[in-house]
């Protein structure tokens, strides 16, 4: 049986002096067991995450983080063109030559010298970043009052695949049938804020229906996520980190 929760909260917590957006006040890193070795998971500040294997390691949504100590990145992916997604300045610091996978939004939106390292993916294509296959997936508002923050058709979650693991980010969405339709997958950001997101009650109705093994409620500023780790109950095993322990 699955572990219903488990919690971390990031060192901020400790009585040390330190600045806001900090990348030392992030969450101690999770690590998931893989085929082709054991993948590390550094949750950063509100979408903001890398995940590595080795010598690769993936920036998602690299935004509004000071990357003081973390390591270079050899692949980015990001989801859509929001400020706390996108921060085209940032990204100019950080990407060195890793390659970029964009929507066709963020790549009209690049700084230019970023543009030749860059992909588009649309939603339900695939391909590869620094040798780790992806999938984006459609991110999307569905209810009627919610669709023009997230219009059908503009933004992407990703699954990259590590080994035999399949890890989906799921950007900014709410539960819509591509998500609910997911097989095979191991580990799940999933994103859970008012009035942009999923309500805790739509993302656990979404891991009820495509039952990863392990999920992580991120993007969730103002959300009582122990409120979804009661809905999933013993469907899976929650992992709730401190995302804002960084600011």
């Not at 992916?77 to 890793?98: E, Q, R, V």
């Not at 999923?198 to 392990?214: C, G, L, S």
């Amino acid at each position: 049986m699955p572990t219903r929760r488990t919690v971390m909260l990031g060192i901020a917590a400790m009585p040390i002096a330190l600045s806001a957006q900090s990348s030392l006040a992030a969450p101690a890193p999770d690590t998931l067991a893989t085929s082709a070795g054991d993948v590390t998971i550094q949750p950063l500040n509100h979408a903001t995450l890398i995940l590595s294997l080795g010598g690769r390691v993936l920036y998602v949504d690299p935004a509004k983080v000071d990357f003081t100590g973390q390591p270079a990145a050899t692949g980015i992916l990001i989801t859509h063109a929001h400020g706390d997604h996108f921060d085209p300045d940032n990204l100019s610091k950080i990407a060195g030559k890793a390659p970029i996978v964009v929507t066709e939004e963020i790549m009209g939106k690049l700084p230019e010298a970023l543009k030749p390292q860059a992909i588009v993916l649309e939603n339900g294509q695939s391909g590869t970043i620094d040798t780790i296959p992806v999938m984006a997936v459609p991110a999307y508002n569905t209810s009627a009052d919610k669709q023009q923050f997230h219009p059908k058709g503009v933004g992407n979650g990703y699954v990259p695949s590590f080994g035999d693991k399949k890890i989906y980010v799921a950007g900014d969405t709410e539960n819509t049938p591509e998500m609910e339709a997911l097989t095979g997958i191991e580990m799940a950001f999933l994103p859970m804020n008012q009035p942009y997101t999923m309500t805790p009650e739509q993302a656990a109705a979404a891991v009820k229906a495509f039952k990863p093994r392990i999920v992580y409620p991120y993007h969730s500023r103002g959300t009582d996520t122990t409120a979804f780790a009661d809905l999933v109950g013993n469907t899976t095993e929650v992992r709730l980190r401190d995302w804002y322990a960084a600011g």
